[in-house]
Nanobody, 119 residues
Framework: QVQLVESGGGLVQPGGSLRLSCAASGSIFSIVTMGWYRQAPGKQRELVALITSGGSTNYVDSVKDRFTISRDNAKNTVYLQMNSLKPEDTAVYYC?????????????WGQGTQVTVSS
C-alpha cells in the first residue's frame, strides 16, 4: 500500500494560483496512476487530474488549460499547479494513488487539503 501526504492548500483570490503537492511512500513501485480529486460541500467527489506511470495526463473539462498535473519521480511527488483559480474551484482536494497488488487494484487516499478561492 501507498501512504500519501498532501500540502499546499490555502486561501487565494480569484485569478490567483496555488500548487498542491502529494508525497508518496510505501509500495511506490506498484503505482499505476496518481491523481487529484476534489469534493465541494454538498457535492460528490470528482476527478480533477490524472497522471499515469507512463506520464500520460487527463483532466476534467472544467480545469483544462488552467491546471497542470506533473510528477517528480526522484522525490516520489505529484504536483497540481492551479492557475486562474475560480470560486467554483473551492473544495477539499485529495491525492489518490491506484496501486497494483497481485491481480487487484487498490486505492489509497491522502488526508485532503482545503482550497478556498474567494475575494
Amino acid at each position: 500500500q501507498v501512504q500519501l501526504v498532501e500540502s499546499g492548500g490555502g486561501l487565494v483570490q480569484p485569478g490567483g494560483s496555488l500548487r498542491l503537492s502529494c508525497a508518496a511512500s510505501g509500495s511506490i513501485f506498484s503505482i499505476v496512476t496518481m491523481g487529484w480529486y476534489r469534493q465541494a460541500p454538498g457535492k460528490q467527489r470528482e476527478l480533477v487530474a490524472l497522471i499515469t506511470s507512463g506520464g500520460s495526463t487527463n483532466y476534467v473539462d472544467s480545469v483544462k488549460d488552467r491546471f497542470t498535473i506533473s510528477r517528480d519521480n526522484a522525490k516520489n511527488t505529484v504536483y497540481l499547479q492551479m492557475n486562474s483559480l475560480k470560486p467554483e474551484d473551492t473544495a477539499v482536494y485529495y491525492c489518490n494513488a491506484l496501486t497494483r497488488s497481485g491481480l487487484s487494484l487498490i486505492n489509497s487516499w491522502g488526508q485532503g487539503t482545503q482550497v478556498t478561492v474567494s475575494s
